[in-house]
């Protein structure tokens, strides 16, 4: 029977490993020798990866790779991409490829806006709490500026601060609804410092304010804290082209091609269950380029769905459309993203990624994600709708397969070649091995 552990956060990194393999693995020796063979040789590397969260014990690799070949805005990108899903970088240098020789990408930043919420409850005069708050607004922005002049210096800051009335929703509840321009800054940090900031002073100036009753002054705050909802924060990315342009590279006719890849972002407008795995497929680009960036992932994934559903049901982030013998493919979408702070001038990769696109600013990184994510489902609706998704994937997976069976090098090139003219499915791959094996 395991008993629950006291202090563990204190004990040294070989302590808490023992105690882990000890009472979690079935074989304590097989698991320390793997946790370790992952920790890095430069032990000041090593330190840096311990220091990024509490209880490390070993790191956990993802691939990192690259989509060369993007063309945006008549610039050529090689994008890094951090991604364990087999097809991702292939299908996205695939479609970079294909729109290189039609125009490339073209972007725009729509907005940069974040928001931030101080969140209260007010029972009281409704009307005394607007005077309240047209009072102190003044203090709120002042007491705020050890915070803001940086920001402001360079720009950015606080752009405004509102008293918004939710009592409808939820009794007596009221919200200091804020929105800031961060630069290059993701902005997390600072915009929670600028709300708790607000926040104190609302509370002081409440308990000082003399036509507050009692109960008024007592006002409560509940919690101060940005949003993650960014529908102010939007970047678009196109790629058009004629129809005629889709003579190669397909199976079928270009107008029926154009066509179907114009039904199926219809299908997917109309129809969740395809919007949430259209998107996911958008992710699939956006995600990894995110977090080869060391931006939050989590923060974009829960943005962006988010904004997908804006308008009550859930819909693609992608359109298509054919105008005048044109087929024109955009995607517009929420990216609060960071090019300083964070962990973007800290992990090593993440500064190597960030140097190799550039040294981009945070809007361009968002039109630079955008790309990857249009690129991505670009590929992917080609895919769906002319071969199938499983030809391209099961070519990729293929290797993960022969890595499981313990393939050798040999091995892999003879049946890697093999499966160039046949169906890879996990059973035939298999056989062939095994074939293979006993030859
Ligand atoms: C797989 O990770 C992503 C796709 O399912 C996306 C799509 O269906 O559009 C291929």
């Known amino acids: 029977m395991i008993k629950p552990v006291e202090g563990f956060s204190k004990l040294t990194k070989d302590q808490k490993i023992e105690w882990l393999t000890a009472n979690y693995t079935e074989n304590a020796q097989e698991a320390k020798l793997l946790l370790k063979r992952y920790w890095n040789e430069d032990k000041k590397v090593q330190q ?167 109960e008024e002054k007592g006002m409560e705050v509940v919690m101060s804290i940005l949003s993650n909802y960014v529908p102010n924060c939007v970047v678009r990315a196109e790629v058009s082209c004629p129809i005629d342009d889709f003579k190669i590279g397909h199976n079928m006719p270009p107008r029926q091609f154009a066509e179907k890849m114009v039904q199926a972002v219809e299908i997917a407008k109309v129809e969740p269950y395809r919007a949430v795995t259209h998107n996911k497929g958008i992710m699939n680009g956006i995600d990894a380029v995110v977090l080869a960036t060391g931006n939050d992932f989590r923060a974009v994934e829960a943005a962006v769905h988010a904004y997908a559903a804006r308008n009550g049901s859930y819909t693609s982030l992608t359109h298509a459309q054919i105008d005048k013998g044109i087929f024109k493919f955009w995607i517009e979408l929420p990216l609060a993203l960071g090019t300083v702070g964070g962990l973007t001038n800290l992990h090593p990769l993440v500064k190597l990624a960030l140097e190799i696109l550039g040294k981009p600013s945070a809007t361009e990184l968002m039109q630079i994600v955008a790309v990857a994510g249009l690129a991505q489902n670009f590929a992917a609706v080609r895919s769906l709708v002319t071969t199938g998704i499983q030809e391209g994937h099961m070519k990729m997976h293929l290797l993960n397969i022969l890595n499981q069976l313990g393939a050798t090098d040999t091995e892999k090139t003879r049946l890697t070649n093999h499966f160039k003219k046949h169906t890879a499915t996990h059973n035939e791959v298999v056989k062939a091995f095994n074939k293979l094996r006993n030859e």
């Not at 709490?129 to 500026?145: G, Q, R, V």
């Not at 609804?177 to 961060?182: G, P």
Request: net charge positive.
């Open 48 to 214: 840096l990866h311990d220091e990024f969260i509490e209880n490390t014990i070993s790191n956990f690799y993802l691939p990192f790779g690259i989509a060369p070949n993007f063309m945006i805005n008549d610039r050529l990108y090689a994008i890094p991409m951090a991604i364990e899903e087999s097809s991702v970088v292939a299908a996205a240098s695939k479609a970079a490829k294909f729109w290189l020789k039609r125009g490339g990408f073209k972007t725009e930043v729509l907005g940069t806006e974040k928001i931030g919420q101080v969140h209260f409850i007010h029972r009281g005069d409704p009307g005394k709490l607007w005077s309240f708050f047209e009072s102190i607004k003044p203090k709120l922005i002042e007491e705020a500026l050890p915070i803001t002049k940086n920001m402001t210096k360079r720009g950015g800051g606080l752009s405004a601060i509102e008293l918004r009335d939710k009592t409808s929703k939820l009794d007596g509840y009221y919200q200091l609804h804020c929105t800031f321009e961060t630069l290059d800054a993701m902005g997390a940090n600072f915009i929670n410092s600028c709300l708790e900031s607000f926040a104190q002073t609302l509370k002081r100036e409440a308990r000082a304010y003399a036509p507050f009753t009692k």
